[in-house]
């Protein structure tokens, strides 16, 4: 059974810094493609960032791509998202998600096979 489980949310300041780890079982990263989505209160769930399994291939949405970084562990079957200079419109709740692609692109919600639970981030100015 694959699971994607993510953690690291919490409230920060406006500037502050946060870093979101996905942690994963029941497959390895093969084949696949990691992202990070956010839905904040009342609005679509968005796409945020996406990596390869190999690390080569990252694709950040152009909203935050000044702002935020993804990393993959395939030793430790990890996804990192890190962001800085945290904004009050960051507030959402972070997905976690695969998808089976080679390369990192955009991604829609219905290409997705697996999401995580969330984890909520909270930016108070």
């Known amino acids: 059974q694959v699971r994607l489980v993510e953690s690291g949310g919490g409230l920060v300041q406006a500037g502050g810094s946060l870093k979101l780890s996905c942690s994963t079982s029941g497959r390895t990263f093969s084949g696949y493609v990691m992202c990070w989505f956010r839905q904040a209160p009342g609005r679509e769930r968005e796409f945020v960032a996406s990596i390869s399994a190999s690390g080569d291939s990252i694709y950040i949405d152009d909203s935050v791509s000044d702002r935020v970084t993804i990393s993959i562990d395939n030793a430790k079957n990890t996804v990192d998202l890190r962001m800085n200079s945290l904004k009050t419109e960051d507030t959402a709740v972070y997905y976690c998600?695969?998808?089976?692609?080679?390369?990192?692109?955009?991604?829609?919600?219905?290409?997705?096979?697996?999401w995580g639970q969330g984890t909520q981030v909270t930016v108070s100015s």
């Open positions: 998600a695969s998808v089976r692609k080679a390369q990192a692109t955009y991604v829609y919600t219905s290409w997705i096979d697996y």
